[in-house]
Nanobody
Framework: QVQLVESGGDTVQAGDSLRLSCFCA??????????MGWFRQAPGKEREFVSA?????YYSDTVKGRFTISRDRAKNTVYLQMNSLKPEDTAIYYC????????????????WGEGTQVTVSS
């Protein structure tokens, strides 16, 4: 059983920063070789890729330079540092883990968290 728990979502002003965390409980299974990613879904829009980390890091063009993904393998936790937030970053942010495939594609992920709300006001 693999469970993902996101935290850190909040309501902030444009230009502020937030750090999201996602802990993966894997029932003793090692996930150090798995990749972990963040996706988001805004109201009325499709879910979109934000960032992922395997042995390399990946970012969507819309967040590159503002967001930074990092991972603590010992803690089975992935972080998303979000700086210079914009109102268009408002969405539910989902954490996911996968084993193989393109980390930028949601179909490559096997397990998903419930999501954490990020709201950025102008």
């Amino acid at each position: 059983q693999v469970q993902l728990v996101e935290s850190g979502g909040d309501t902030v002003q444009a230009g502020d920063s937030l750090r999201l965390s996602c802990f993966c409980a894997a029932s003793g299974r090692s996930i150090s070789s798995w990749y972990m990613g963040w996706f988001r879904q805004a109201p009325g829009k499709e879910r979109e890729f934000v960032s992922a980390i395997a042995w390399s890091s990946y970012y969507s063009d819309t967040v590159k330079g503002r967001f930074t993904i990092s991972r603590d393998r010992a803690k089975n936790t992935v972080y998303l540092q979000m700086n210079s937030l914009k109102p268009e970053d408002t969405a539910i942010y989902y954490c996911a883990v996968g084993v193989e495939g393109d980390p930028r594609r949601d179909y490559a992920y096997t397990y998903w968290g419930e999501g954490t709300q990020v709201t950025v006001s102008s």
